[in-house]
């Protein structure tokens, strides 16, 4: 399992990667989800519904993330702006 | 007398130098830093003109990776995404009450896909605080993901933390008009020949995540 980031000026970066099944690396991929919320991120696992329809589910918690999602990509959480116009 | 004169002059030009080498040696020195900092000025130290750029095809390569292959070949011929709304009675899919259209750092836009009616736009951004880069803005197809994500999962959170407003405030209505019509142009066309999905990609003989939004 990979936890991505966006950032400014740089596209996704890698915060952690490891095996959820192996207790050491998923311990570390836990304290760098917790870090992510924390500092206000959400995250979002990509996921392919029955019929191949493409998703993505918000999760709370590192429980909340399937065991065998590939990704959890985390983003700044959403809030309400009025951008420069742009017409 | 002569020598007298000339002995005097030469004193005198050494003293007025003594003088007035101190405010030369501090114009001088002023006149270095003001160049130097014009310099700095025009290319910053450790400015970078492609990291932008690189930046938004690590975005593109992501949202690819996470959109349907016709979702993507929407985004990259068409400049936005459509994204069907979830929350009427028809649930979503094409036969949806309404739709969405997600622009890069602009308002997602709400229409009805049956008429063409615009129904509002819902200002929302996702600022990185942190600003590792000097800016708090996404790449483009970044923040296409994010309201993406954040449609498709949880869409009555996101249209609760965005500002509504009728539309125009941001984006031309006639804009948008012209944009549905390009999509329902697009789908046509996809319809007639689905291989149209991977051609433009295969035409230019490129990595499809280096070809800008239309």
């Known amino acids: 399992m990979k936890l991505l980031r966006m950032k400014p000026g740089h596209g996704e970066i890698v915060l952690a990667e490891g095996d959820v099944a192996v207790p050491e690396q998923e311990r570390e991929l836990i304290e760098a989800f917790r870090r992510e919320l924390d500092a206000g991120m959400w995250a979002a696992v990509p996921t392919e519904a029955p019929g191949g329809r493409r998703e993505a589910e918000l999760v709370k918690s590192f429980d909340d993330v399937p065991r065998d999602a590939e990704r959890v990509i985390f983003f700044p959480r959403a809030a309400g702006g009025a951008p420069a116009a742009t017409r | ?214």
């Open chain 2, 1 to 214: 007398m002569g020598l007298a004169l000339d002995t005097a002059a030469v004193v005198l030009v050494v003293l007025l130098w003594e003088l007035a080498r101190p405010t030369l040696e501090r114009a001088l020195r002023h006149g270095r830093e003001l160049w130097a900092a014009h310099r700095r000025g025009r290319a910053p130290e450790g400015y970078d003109p492609g990291r932008e750029r690189r930046a938004e095809q690590r975005a593109r390569a992501l949202l690819r990776s996470c959109v349907s292959e016709r979702d993507w070949a929407m985004y990259r011929d068409l400049g936005f995404l459509r994204v069907w709304g979830g929350l009427g009675d028809h649930g979503r899919g094409s036969g949806a009450a309404y739709a969405y259209l997600i622009y890069p750092h602009k308002p997602i836009v709400a229409y009805v896909p049956q008429t063409g009616e615009l129904l509002n736009e819902y200002c929302v951004a996702f600022p990185d605080h942190s600003k590792p880069y000097g800016s708090s803005r996404l790449p483009d197809s970044d923040d296409v993901l994010a309201k993406w994500m954040a449609l498709s999962a949880d869409e009555r959170r996101l249209v609760g933390e965005a500002n509504m407003h009728l539309p125009g405030r941001q984006v031309d209505p006639d804009r948008v008009r012209r944009d549905i019509a390009r999509l329902r142009r697009w789908e046509q066309q996809l319809e007639r020949e689905p291989i149209h999905l991977g051609r433009r990609d295969r035409a230019q003989g490129q990595d499809p995540d280096n070809i800008r939004a239309a």
